[in-house]
């Protein structure tokens, strides 16, 4: 029989052990995992790590960038980053070329920056067995955000007296010109940021079906920004990744005063009617989206969409000491924390951190940078990286890349 002092000493050691586990739980950035009771899709295996996100336009796909940024940091990836002569996007609205790609982010594991996708110029630059992902947003909420967001960059939104959505909505033709520059954001633009033909005739009832039948062939997952919570469980399992790696706050949001409102089921019936391309992907994808998280399980996705904003919060609170406030960008005392603006009439918000927070926690810094900053700063660190491998290389721009840009050729995925 086991004495009473070998007794005391077994709960003093199992005492000790419990209370170094809770405060290593402290210690940690990043909330621990949780054992999720729903199975893995497939037997456990490494974490994916090259991955080819295609950006979309107004579809909270910046948000997903930097956690895609941050995950790439973490494990010393490399990004594929915009030549300088691209600015923060590859060249957009050309077709992505290879040659676009800054030669100091190259060879990359992960590419997330706004393109127009090109399938056979990716799969030229990204490894074999790169996972490919996009994101979609529903078509009337989606315009209302480009109208809104490029209302002072593109001619047919310029062209509508006092900046009217309605107005543009009741005789679109009268103000789009397919072939001028930044028509894309005003016509089934999901269609075209994916490689398709914002052009042709929704009357075509093979083109559309064909269309999502290649965009199907080409990405593992299409996740959609209204159900975001649950494409980034879908993303998770789909990677192999951990909770930690997709944490997130939300990104590149507009202020209230900037936004429209949709007033009525004829405004979103005719601004379905008028992105046709759009509503039809979007609903088939949406059908497919379903489908997926079917075959998880309801009750496993909403365990892990639970654990996954508990997550959140307890990040949230590390960072900002509870709930993140939205400013103004010119509230936002650090300049690399401060959104890039559209134009006067719409204004981007973002977050500043707590002065404790600023100091000592980069994590936190990189949690809310903005796109165009972060970009830089990979594109600086990489670069860094590249010199001291030796490259000694003259970083020339890609050919014909300081032409000016004209409306590309619409073509298949």
């Known amino acids: 029989m086991m004495s009473h002092k070998k007794v005391v000493l077994l709960l003093l050691a199992f005492s000790t052990g419990t209370l170094l586990l809770h405060q290593s739980s402290h210690l940690s950035w990043f909330p621990k995992s949780p054992a999720f009771s729903c199975?893995?899709?497939?037997?456990?295996?490494?974490?994916?790590?090259?991955?080819?996100?295609?950006?979309t336009h107004k579809t909270a796909s910046t948000t997903?960038?930097?956690?895609?940024?941050?995950?790439?940091?973490?494990?010393?990836?490399?990004?594929a980053l915009p030549h300088h002569t691209?600015?923060?996007?590859?060249?957009?609205?050309?077709?992505?070329?290879?040659?676009?790609?800054?030669?100091?982010?190259?060879?990359?594991?992960?590419?997330?920056?706004?393109?127009?996708?090109?399938?056979?110029?990716?799969?030229?630059?990204?490894?074999?067995?790169?996972?490919?992902?996009?994101?979609?947003?529903?078509?009337?909420?989606?315009?209302e955000s480009l109208f809104s967001y490029y209302n002072q960059y593109c001619p047919a939104?310029?062209?509508?007296?006092?900046?009217?959505?309605?107005?543009?909505?009741?005789?679109?033709?009268?103000?789009?010109?397919?072939?001028?520059?930044?028509?894309m954001y005003a016509h089934n633009t999901l269609v075209y940021d994916l490689g398709g033909d914002p052009e042709h005739s929704p009357d075509d009832a093979t083109y559309l079906p064909e269309f999502a039948r290649q965009v199907e062939g080409v990405f593992s997952l299409v996740m959609l920004a209204e159900y975001f919570d649950e494409s980034l469980v879908l993303l998770r399992r789909l990677l192999a990744w951990d909770l930690e790696d997709i944490l997130y706050v939300k990104l590149n949001m507009?202020?209230?005063?900037?936004?429209?409102?949709?007033?009525?089921?004829?405004?979103?019936?005719?601004?379905?009617?008028?992105?046709?391309?759009?509503?039809?992907?979007?609903?088939?994808?949406?059908?497919?989206f379903w489908r997926r998280l079917a075959d998880v399980g309801q009750?496993?996705?909403?365990?892990?969409?639970?654990?996954?904003?508990?997550?959140?919060?307890?990040?949230?609170?590390?960072?900002?000491?509870?709930?993140?406030?939205?400013?103004?960008?010119?509230?936002?005392?650090n300049k690399d924390l401060r959104p890039w603006q559209p134009s006067a009439k719409v204004g981007i918000v973002g977050y500043d951190l707590p002065g404790s927070a600023a100091r000592s926690d980069e994590q936190c810094l990189k949690l809310v940078?903005?796109?165009?900053?972060?970009?830089?700063?990979l594109l600086r660190k990489q670069s860094q990286r590249n010199r001291r491998r030796g490259a000694?290389?003259?970083?020339?721009?890609?050919?014909?890349?300081?032409?000016?840009p004209r409306h590309p050729v619409p073509r298949g995925i």
Not at 169 to 182: A, G, S, T, V
């Open 39 to 55: 199975p893995p899709p497939l037997p456990s295996r490494p974490k994916h790590t090259t991955v080819a996100f295609l950006k």
């Open 64 to 79: 997903v960038q930097n956690l895609l940024f941050r995950f790439a940091e973490r494990h010393n990836l490399t990004v």
């Open 86 to 143: 691209c600015d923060h996007q590859f060249c957009y609205p050309r077709n992505f070329s290879a040659r676009f790609v800054h030669p100091y982010t190259l060879p990359p594991q992960l590419i997330a920056s706004h393109m127009r996708f090109n399938r056979e110029e990716l799969r030229r630059l990204m490894p074999n067995g790169t996972v490919y992902v996009t994101i979609l947003r529903e078509p009337v909420a989606m315009f």
């Open 157 to 183: 939104f310029k062209r509508v007296p006092n900046g009217s959505m309605e107005a543009f909505l009741e005789d679109p033709q009268r103000y789009y010109r397919p072939h001028e520059k930044y028509a």
């Open 254 to 288: 507009r202020s209230p005063e900037s936004k429209l409102n949709i007033s009525s089921a004829r405004l979103a019936a005719q601004i379905r009617a008028w992105n046709a391309l759009d509503a039809r992907l979007y609903d088939h994808f949406n059908a497919t």
């Open 299 to 333: 009750d496993c996705v909403q365990k892990e969409v639970r654990a996954l904003r508990q997550a959140c919060g307890d990040l949230a609170r590390r960072c900002f000491g509870g709930q993140p406030q939205l400013r103004p960008a010119m509230q936002i005392k």
């Open 369 to 377: 940078m903005p796109e165009v900053q972060y970009s830089r700063y």
């Open 392 to 404: 000694t290389s003259r970083v020339l721009p890609p050919r014909g890349l300081l032409r000016a």
